[in-house]
Structures are given as structure tokens and as C-alpha cells.
């Protein structure tokens, strides 16, 4: 299993440009998230999906949007990129049963 | 109030001495308490997680809770070089989605 993975790596935007940050997992949890993580912080709750068509808004859902077409598939939208919005991107994954999140690597996302 | 506060740190301490970190919280309704391990520039991996008031052990590293006291700790015995990281809490009530609360995380160096 390759886990949860996430693309691209690395992305600069600059300000107003809109961009998707792709999430897919393999484990068929039906639990999925996005989380951002400012320079020396914790991590904070973007939207979560629980189950495909079903999604929500977590803490910090300003500027972004969502999708969940498959159980697999969790992408992230950014419309009109703003500098706020540079972080790292983790999603992460989890049974409904199971309260152990499973993250990704992370996209590192810098706005100029 | 932040609903879950760590001291970032950062803590430093020679190999093989025992490390605490601790959490506080606000939220009485939080069940499930987590500590997370965070490599640099690699996504969170669940180190492990009590449910309710207790302890937990698992190897080198004890997990406790104290609900009454809102306060939660990680202890790490027989410290290694390899546990530097960032280690962060979480908490969660468990009810419905699984929506994580994390702290600040604290970044920790051990001296060979």
C-alpha cells in the first residue's frame, strides 16, 4: 500500500492564481482531511470528508473548496491564491471506526 | 484560549535522559488524547493514543492523562538521538468525524 499521497511536492503561486492540491488514499478509509501547518505550529482543519459526496468545513475553510467524487480521491481547491495562504498542505485519512489519522507527505505551498 | 496549548520549546537534552512533554486543553469533551512524532518536512505518524484518563506504555515511551486536571504528558525513557523531532498533541471528542485539535507541538533535540 502506498498510504496517502499527495501532489505536487512543492508549488509557488502567485497572488490571485488558483491551483488544486491532489490527494488519493489507498487504505479504502471512508474518513478524509485537510489539514494546513503554519511555520512552527500545530496543525488546523481545513474541510473533512466523511464518506464520497459528503463533505464539511473544519476551523480555517476560508478561500478554500472541496470535492470527495470517490472514497479515494480528496482534492483541495485554492481560488485567488493570497500570501496567507503559504503553508504546508497534509491530507489525511482514517476508518470511522478508528481514530488513528493516517497523514500524507505534505505540499510545501508558497504564495508571493 | 487556545483549546489545546503546548510549549513549542524549543527542548534540548543529552542522550539517554528521560523527556517530558506536556499538554493542556480546555474542552472537557475531548476522549481521545494523541501524541503525534513529526520528522522534519515529513508528515505527522501517530506515536500512540489514550482514551479517557490513564496511562499508556509502549516501549520507551508512556503516554497519561489526567482529565480532572485537563492535562496530558509523553514520556520518553532512554532517550536516542532518533527520537529528535517535533512531537505534537491531539485531541478529539470522538463523536462523529474525527476532527483533530492539535497544540503547537514542541520541537525536541537529543545530544549524542
Known amino acids: 500500500n502506498a498510504g496517502v499521497t499527495q501532489t505536487p511536492k512543492f508549488r509557488i503561486l502567485k497572488i490571485g492564481q488558483s491551483m488544486t492540491l491532489q490527494c488519493t488514499q489507498d487504505?479504502?478509509?471512508?474518513?478524509m482531511y485537510w489539514y494546513r501547518q503554519d511555520p512552527g505550529m500545530g496543525l488546523k482543519l481545513i474541510y473533512y470528508s466523511v464518506g464520497a459526496g459528503i463533505t464539511d468545513k473544519g476551523e480555517v475553510p476560508n478561500g478554500y473548496n472541496v470535492s470527495r467524487s470517490t472514497t479515494e480521491d480528496f482534492p483541495l481547491r485554492l481560488e485567488l491564491a493570497a500570501p496567507s495562504q503559504t503553508s504546508v498542505y497534509f491530507c489525511?485519512?482514517?476508518?470511522?471506526?478508528?481514530?488513528?489519522?493516517?497523514f500524507g507527505p505534505g505540499t510545501r505551498l508558497t504564495v508571493t | 484560549q487556545k483549546e489545546v496549548e503546548q510549549d513549542p520549546g524549543p527542548l534540548s537534552v543529552p542522550e539517554g535522559a528521560i523527556v517530558s512533554l506536556n499538554c493542556t486543553y480546555s474542552?472537557?469533551?475531548?476522549?481521545?488524547f494523541m501524541w503525534y512524532r513529526q520528522y522534519s518536512r515529513k508528515g505527522p505518524e501517530l506515536l500512540m493514543y489514550?482514551?479517557?484518563?490513564g496511562n499508556k506504555e509502549d516501549g520507551r515511551f508512556t503516554a497519561q492523562v489526567d482529565k480532572s486536571s485537563k492535562y496530558i504528558s509523553l514520556f520518553i525513557r532512554d532517550s536516542q538521538p532518533s527520537d529528535s523531532a517535533t512531537y505534537l498533541c491531539a485531541m478529539m471528542t470522538g463523536q462523529g468525524a474525527q476532527k483533530l485539535v492539535f497544540g503547537q507541538g514542541t520541537r525536541l533535540t537529543i545530544n549524542p
Open positions: 489525511a485519512s482514517s476508518y470511522s471506526n478508528d481514530p488513528e489519522q493516517y
Open positions: 487504505m479504502n478509509h471512508n474518513y
Open positions: 489514550t482514551y479517557s484518563s
Open positions: 474542552n472537557s469533551a475531548f476522549q481521545y
